[in-house]
């Protein structure tokens, strides 16, 4: 008998479990896959390491600069030098430094947009955001609901709701304006979110992300890999997990896997209505990583920074994604309403549809790629989708201190847990960490 | 190996099973309870019989009247004689018919709302509510947001949101526009599902709506109880349906179980992405249904029809429930919001929360109750809510097309994925026959 099981060695759980070790506890980690990294993943392409999971970090992420640092992992600065493309509903347009050369009229309304939503945002505790003054007015309306009625210009709504599938994987409305704000807030307010230098894009991982939970996974003492666990049984004296074949029994369990997917596992004793309501309600986003390779960089040649942005496209946004070996690359996301049932559609016509964008922004040698790989996210059977779970209106304000409240021997990990920098990879490692700390709470305790 | 395999014996389950045994082929039907009836459930208390699930049925519903008829049971109109109560934003008033006594302009602003909900609502299919010609835009929304922008009033707006709370077990806040719309008007209309006498609480069913599951689960031959399905596993030859320690095979496989729970069973292969994502996104409502007996009916000696409305209260509704036995009885719903978590508040608080509202309304007879029962469906682990599931925005038009379509050998039933009447027992007999010929189809198919 472990003192702890984690179930799931994605960042939190590694966190928790690292912390846990530390502190001279015997703990036993559990993973679905054949593989560490939950929602990272870097795979090998051409001359390249690609990350088709979580790829970015920024300033203002101290655990995550921590773990590049003591790992000995090096960065690289995020490439966006040259003319950036504006695809505004069909409309297409390029520009160079952070302006979008719009209608002026939609420009002021898109910046006084970003104000009024930064001025919102910082209204929502990041800890607690059920607890902010409006939350429940906030949580009764969807983002879009919201924009229509106070932003109005089409052009301001149609750049929000590009940026919110990006971050969320989710369109505008389906988005809860309490969780959207509390999400901005967390994680360092609109721009910066957006923003690839100075911002949460602002660099790679030399070698991908990945790597970060390999080397956690060591400093754990291993990991047990291919063992989903189906159900959690607790009882006075202790806790039972079990995978398919085998059981594992410890003294407090840390469930750190996606919480959309986190009510596939089956409690008995089953759990406290409101989280049980919570789980039902939470679902993750659709999120498609494609990545093509080239011969070589041809849009930086033609003074492009393989920038993109659509509010209409399949293709949402586009980024230089040229490897930090050199590997030529473009990077496309397919998310949010395109993204929905992507994997129902056959292969050839989703690599049509993303090349081609790519082929209007940066010429027709997009069209021929060395190699070319998607990550549909929705359809990873242990994360259910991507980047983040979406908290649809009615469910935060009202079950959201279920969130990360421990049921008996249960505590909960995952970014979406996060007291701060929810959504990132930076959050997942804050919420392993504070899992750990009541676990250990927990375990002095008796 | 049977023909096919129904999982779940409510009513959308039995009476698929009765349409297959009917035309001939084996049917083995599944129930993870230790009963017959999903969301019916009566229960003896005092000397009557008393539903504490499903309830009421109304004209209109040609299957439900046909089941009723051919069982050879009796109906009990629903008692609505004398004055009601209307709790409104904490003024209290009565009221006879159906006019409550409330500010004109309140009242103008209720018929105004309901004229154009009732005139929004035609425009969205029965069938195919994702095909509404404004089925994105008013999926994009919530009821709330909706209400505040068109209706203002907030009498109006209270009124409405104690109707949806009754109807959804979910606040304005929680359901999108289109799922609001769709459903009104496959169930006839707000008036009608909120109306007694005529309405969809015209009648109970004399000794309680789960006999009609029983006598389906009889026409079937019988039901296998005590058998949750964990995993449905499908190959080329068949589906395997795996329970916790036996396994059936099967040509087809019938899923009839709440689709808020039906994805805390393990499909192999997964599920295509767009119903994965809906099933992560849709959860069930929260409904308390709290039964008192008293001696005697004091309510009616004085005048009251022993129903009430509040719209801020715990209680949202109160119906008179004397039983056709002449068992006397109130009946509170617990309701949306005030119902979220009630599992995990004391049960003295519960109770007494619930009596001292039938007091405030009726006379302190009410706080000494003979006996007093409450089924929270959001505990019940096989429904986790009641009465039916709630469709949060951006839901139900971009994945509503993966409600009802089948899945290899997979066929989905249950009252959500009803062509009419959906949400009532009526939609759940209909979406049994409607999964039972494409059953039928499917096994003439090969």
Redesign the interface.
């Known amino acids: 008998m472990s003192d702890v099981v984690v179930v799931g060695a994605g960042l939190a759980g590694l966190s928790a479990a690292r912390r846990l070790v530390a502190a001279g506890k015997s703990v036993t980690v559990l993973e679905a896959r054949d593989r560490v990294g939950g929602r990272t993943w870097t795979v090998r392409m051409g001359e390249g390491t690609f990350d088709v999971g979580g790829q970015w970090i920024g300033p203002g992420q101290p655990r995550m600069s921590a773990l590049v640092e003591e790992f000995g992992l090096e960065t690289s600065p995020t490439f966006s030098d040259g003319r950036k493309v504006l695809d505004l509903r069909g409309r297409l347009s390029s520009y160079t430094g952070l302006i979008p050369r719009i209608n002026p009229w939609s420009l002021i309304a898109t910046q006084i947009a970003m104000w009024r939503i930064d001025r919102m945002c910082i209204q929502v505790p990041i800890e607690d955001p059920w607890k902010a003054k409006k939350a429940?007015e906030w949580?009764?309306?969807?983002v879009?609901?919201?924009a229509?009625?106070s932003l109005r210009n089409k052009d301001a709504i149609a750049l929000v709701n590009s940026a919110a599938r990006v971050i969320f994987g989710?369109?505008?409305?389906?988005l809860s304006l309490l969780h959207f704000l509390h999400y901005l807030h967390s994680g360092g307010g609109l721009a910066k979110l957006i923003d690839t230098h100075g911002g949460n894009q602002d660099a790679r991982i030399v070698g991908g992300a990945q790597q970060v939970c390999e080397h956690l996974a060591e400093a754990c003492g291993g990991v047990t890999c291919g063992a989903p666990i189906?159900r959690i049984e607790q009882s006075e004296g202790g806790v039972v997990v079990h995978g398919d074949e085998q059981s594992w029994s410890c003294k407090q369990v840390v469930v750190a896997v996606p919480i959309?997917?986190a009510?596939?596992i089956?409690y008995t004793p089953?759990l406290?209505?409101?989280r049980?309501?919570l789980t039902?309600?939470?679902?993750?986003g659709?999120t498609i990583k494609c990545v093509a390779l080239y011969d070589r960089p041809f849009w930086r040649d033609a003074g492009w920074s393989g920038e993109g942005v659509s509010t209409d496209g399949t293709v949402g946004v586009c980024f230089d994604n040229v490897s930090p070996e050199g590997q030529a690359s473009l990077l496309g996301f397919v998310v949010g309403?395109p993204g929905?049932?992507?994997?129902?559609r056959p292969a050839k016509e989703r690599r049509e549809l993303v090349l081609s964008t790519f082929a209007r922004w940066f010429g027709d040698e997009a069209l021929s790629p060395t190699d070319y790989r998607e990550a549909?996210w929705?359809?990873e059977?242990f994360s259910?989708?991507a980047p983040i779970a979406?908290f649809?209106?009615?469910?935060l304000s009202?079950?959201g201190p279920?969130l990360r409240a421990p049921v008996g021997r249960i505590f909960w990990a995952g970014t979406e847990t996060a007291r701060e920098s929810t959504g990132f990879m930076e959050g997942a490692v804050e919420s392993g960490e504070r899992a750990a700390d009541e676990v250990l709470e927990a375990l002095n305790r008796n």
């Open positions: 429940r949580d009764s309306t969807t879009e609901a919201f229509r009625r989710s369109d505008l409305g389906e189906r959309g997917l009510d596939r089956r089953p406290p209505t409101l049980d309501q039902q309600r939470v679902g993750m659709a309403a929905r049932g992507w994997a129902e549909d929705a359809a059977e259910g989708g979406t649809p209106p009615g469910s009202v079950m279920a």
